[in-house]
């Protein structure tokens, strides 16, 4: 008997049916569901795991927070313990009786340490180098069977890496969030989480919205035309464009608002080029995707489920250029169909096919791209949404560039020069197929020099210079790929979490008080946490870990140093860094003034996570009110008229926002015939 681990069911179950022509028998041992088949004449069983069935953490021992402190955790070793028993268990007992053992999983550094977890736990160390190894790039029959004869080993080096990745991250994370929860006294369910990924990404956030808050707009003003010529109008802007003196913009509009008409002075004419896009790697498809309202984390999640359903290739990669191997003329005839006709016979009726290429060119993974052709009905509409855009990127590549012609206009009104601008496009190339790039048109009278032209408006507008804009979740991970913040595969969850323990809320994400005022506190404090230089080295090491030029004792040993010493400042600032974030946080905390003793009222959590507000001056004054555990709760600055308690606004998700009094026992409840309080 054949046994293969796939990293998920899903995977597991498709590589099945392409290995056995979809014969295949689907038993469960327990809940874990394995498929059987006939592999070349051999029994072959085929289960899937569920991502890392082994967690990395600290012994027991060290868990007691007010006992064990933060400095014994730098040199404290990890151990493994199992995080998925069950399956843990039928991996076991189906190792044990296999003659040989086949890993399935995603061919990168986190599926490389998955499979050695998998044969370590099945069959001991000793095991990993006499598995077989299954490179693939997308669930399809061609590519799986292909992988199946032609198998190597497992990378060990890869898995090195991508275990110091976890090392690291426990250690770093456990020592600095021990330590500031510690010393801001926010424990249990508000701990405040620190990381080596995670707060040097939440300071770019705070940064940003520092320099909104702080933003000064600045006057100036802009003197604007409505041209005209045989019954068509366009636009023109005096040629000084932004003029940052009230006087001067006043005194040339007093000069020319009352003209009529203006003399061309020259039209320049130019026919330009627009190449088509680079094909996606994961950073640009996120940065894409978000446009069309996709979050980040939910993105990845989403191609994730296509790559294993067979619909595209794998969505973690750095690469922006095909690989020669890859036949771009047969996925083309593939997707010949349906709204991607057109644009799939333009191509094929080309003599040679010649994509582009980014500027990034790796050896794992091609760009992603599709793998089969699917309609809305074959699939859920948030999956379609990204299905397609990733359809038409892919035969964007393979496109003509757009054809545009430019014109620019110069005219003279009374002595001062005006410009106008039109484009037009000629040819719509990739555009045509690549719907989600836009080209604004604006079409010119056809002119030429001396022709006079007619003054239909003339305004001075005054304007103010605009803040700068927040990042949008793609723009982040695009920003944390510049600066060496994580991988490809983590940036979104770093981002995710970064949400979850409400650092930073809406989209584009701005920080909460308590993402600022950390990230405010390690500045003063230990500004090296919040800077990428530090963790963007040690993602370079854990580079050169996973080519074997570096080894992984080398880089966790230099990486323990770093913390003791960023720790080492941080213990001799404590007191300063646990005043400064607990004075900071208890504005976010503050929901409004107490109707028993006029002390603030608090937002609680419970030790099992549940919001409830609470009179700061516990236990003298035990005032209490519960709160909804769904939805997001919004405080406002005012009081119920009738029990003088807060009011507050519940937000939820496709519903309205709602104002309801938070005493639960209020009147205005039962009058209005709503007293379960969600009004």
Same mark, same amino acid.
Not at 509 to 525: D, Q, V, Y
């Given at each position: 008997m054949r046994l293969i681990i796939c990293e998920k069911d899903n995977a597991a179950k498709r590589i099945s049916s392409i290995m056995s022509g979809n014969r295949f028998r689907t038993e469960h041992r327990g809940r874990v569901a394995v498929y059987d088949f006939i592999w070349d004449g051999e029994e072959t069983l085929c289960m899937g795991l569920r991502g890392h069935i082994l967690n990395m953490d600290f012994p027991d021992r060290y868990n007691n927070w007010s006992e064990v402190p933060p400095r014994d955790l730098i040199t404290a070793e990890p151990k493994r313990t199992i995080s998925a028993p069950a399956i843990a268990k039928v991996l076991k007992d189906l190792s044990v009786k296999a003659s040989k053992i086949y890993i399935a999983t995603d061919f990168d550094r986190e599926g490389e340490l998955i499979g050695r977890e998998a044969v370590d736990h099945a069959l001991g160390s000793d095991a990993v180098d006499s598995v077989y190894r299954a490179h693939f790039s997308s669930l399809t029959e061609p590519e799986v069977k292909h992988s199946f004869s032609n198998l190597t080993r497992l990378n060990k080096a890869l898995a090195s890496a991508a275990e110091t990745r976890q090392v690291l991250d426990l250690i770093w994370g456990a020592t600095l969030t021990r330590f500031i929860s510690l010393a801001s006294n926010r424990l249990w369910q508000d701990f405040l989480s620190v990381g080596r990924v995670q707060s040097p990404t939440l300071a770019i956030i705070v940064d940003k919205e520092r320099e909104i808050k702080e933003f000064k707009p600045e006057p100036y003003w802009r003197i604007e035309t409505i041209f005209s010529k045989d019954d068509i109008t366009f636009p023109g802007n005096h040629s000084l464009g932004d003029i940052w003196k009230e006087e001067e913009a006043a005194s040339l509009y007093l000069k020319l608002k009352g003209e009529r008409s203006g003399t061309v002075l020259e039209v320049i004419r130019k026919k330009r080029t627009d190449r088509p896009p680079a094909p996606f790697n994961t950073t640009e498809l996120i940065r894409t995707a978000n446009t069309l309202g996709m979050a980040a984390a939910r993105i990845m999640s989403v191609a994730e489920d296509l790559y294993t359903s067979g619909y595209i290739s794998y969505p973690r990669t750095d690469n922006t250029v095909y690989p020669k191997g890859l036949d771009l003329k047969a996925t083309v005839t593939m997707l010949e169909q349906g709204p991607y006709r057109t644009a799939c016979e333009h191509i094929l009726s080309k003599e040679v096919i010649s994509p582009t290429r980014g500027n990034k060119e790796t050896t794992d993974h091609p760009p992603i791209y599709p793998t089969n052709y699917a309609t809305p009905k074959d699939l859920a509409p948030e999956k379609f949404k990204l299905y397609d855009l990733i359809v038409r990127r892919f035969l964007a590549t393979l496109h003509d560039p757009t054809k545009l012609e430019t014109t620019q206009i110069r005219i003279d009104v009374s002595g001062e020069l005006f410009n106008s601008s039109g484009q037009v496009v000629l040819e719509p190339g990739y555009r045509s197929i690549y719907t989600f790039s836009k080209v604004s048109e604006n079409t010119l009278p056809l002119l030429i020099q001396g022709d006079r032209v007619l003054i239909e408006d003339i305004q001075l507008r005054s304007k103010e210079t605009k803040p700068p804009k927040r990042y949008s979740q793609g723009g982040l991970v695009q920003e944390m790929e510049r600066l060496g913040l994580g991988t490809k595969s983590t940036r979104h969850e770093t981002?995710?979490?970064?949400?979850?323990?409400?650092?930073?809320?809406?989209?584009?994400?701005?920080?909460?008080? &308590?993402? %600022?005022? !950390?990230?405010?506190? +390690? *500045?003063?404090?230990?500004?090296?946490?919040?800077?990428?230089?530090?963790?963007?080295?040690?993602?370079?090491?854990?580079?050169?870990?996973?080519?074997?030029?570096?080894?992984?004792?080398?880089?966790?040993?230099? &990486?323990? %140093?770093? !913390?003791?010493?960023? +720790? *080492?400042?941080?213990?001799e600032h404590r007191e300063l860094i646990g005043k400064e974030l607990s004075e900071a946080l208890l504005e976010q905390d503050v929901v409004g003034i107490c109707p028993r003793c006029n002390n603030n009222l608090l937002l609680m959590r419970s030790r099992r996570g549940k919001r409830y507000v609470r009179c700061s001056k516990y236990p003298g004054c035990s005032k209490s009110y519960p709160l909804p555990q769904k939805g997001k709760v919004g405080f406002t600055d005012r009081s119920c008229e009738i029990c003088r308690s807060p009011i507050i606004t519940i937000y939820m998700k496709g519903k309205r926002p709602r104002d309801l009094c938070i005493n639960p026992d209020c009147r205005s409840k039962t009058t209005s015939g709503e007293a379960d309080g969600t009004r």
């Open positions: 981002l995710q979490k970064l949400y979850t323990r409400r650092f930073i809320e809406d989209d584009p994400p701005r920080p909460t008080h &308590s993402g %600022e005022a !950390l990230i405010t506190a +390690l *500045e003063r404090h230990a500004r090296a946490i919040t800077l990428p230089e530090m963790t963007a080295r040690l993602e370079e090491d854990m580079e050169r870990i996973s080519t074997s030029s570096l080894s992984q004792d080398t880089v966790i040993k230099e &990486s323990r %140093e770093m !913390l003791s010493n960023i +720790l *080492e400042e941080m213990e």
